[in-house]
């Protein structure tokens, strides 16, 4: 079982014993690059401190597999459906329907992971754009917030947002600077950061993560992809959303503890989920 335990913060440059929480709110664990050794990765995100994790979908199949790993860790992994921009070559009405039938399923606490990316174009613009307009508009009519994947592509998607007034649901590994985030907060969407808050050449995202509102920050993996600096080249796994947090709370001159605790109470308030144990106890001491 995922659970609270104890790790060594080193944000204050000291060794010191503190008890962490961390919400890994994007991990790809269903993909395949886990198939050799599932339980053991999980089995080191316990040992960093991950009490649970987010698993999004990029396409029916693989959203249909973060279902069952969730059925298979209950309360520790949740899931999300959707088809993720570089999937969406061909969309129609039968592949919305198939989401929709999925969002239907127990574990499911968003829609996700969609978005466009223009940046490698893996699927016409034209059916990214279909895709997502019809993801966002299912999200809305079930009630369900969205995992935003957003790449080289922010004007389009916030002509697709804006609309709405406001929009429940997170900039998913955001990599942008002040401006992209104030757009994503004014619609009242979260910004969760990834691997690229750590790499040393990524000032402008450092000062976002330094400055954002800590009531709208996540962390997470996106992993297998985006490992932490300095072991870029390494299959990345949920354990790291430790290094992460860890960078994030040196940003913001904070204790990892209390970066861990604010951010999965943050996962918990946008995802639906059940405060942690860890969350309760610290509102008490307070």
Known sequence: ?????????????????????????????????????????????????????ICPGVDVATSELAIQLAADHPGEIYACAGVHPHDTTGFTDATLAAIRALCGRDGIVALGEIGL???????????????????????????????????????????????????????????????????????????????????????ALADVAAWAPLDRILVETDCPYLTPHPHRRDRNEPANVAKNAARVAELRGMALADLAAATSANAATLFGLPPLAADESRKGAN
């Open 1 to 53: 079982m995922l659970q609270n335990i104890k790790v060594i913060s080193t944000v204050s440059h000291e060794e010191s014993s503190v008890i962490v929480s961390l919400t890994d709110t994007h991990a790809h664990v269903q993909m395949r690059q886990f198939d050799r050794d599932r339980a053991a990765v999980l089995q080191r995100a316990r040992e960093a401190g991950v009490a649970r994790l």
């Open 117 to 203: 990316d223009f940046y490698r174009n893996f699927a016409p613009a034209e059916d990214q754009r279909r895709a997502f307009a019809a993801q966002v508009a299912l999200a809305r009519e079930l009630d369900l917030p969205i995992v935003v994947h957003n790449r080289e592509a922010h004007a389009a998607i916030m002509e697709v947002l804006r609309p709405y007034g406001t929009v429940r649901g997170v900039w998913h590994c955001f990599i942008g600077d002040r401006q992209m985030a104030e757009d994503g907060l004014a619609l009242g969407m979260y910004l969760s950061f990834a691997g690229p808050v750590t790499y040393p050449a990524n000032t």
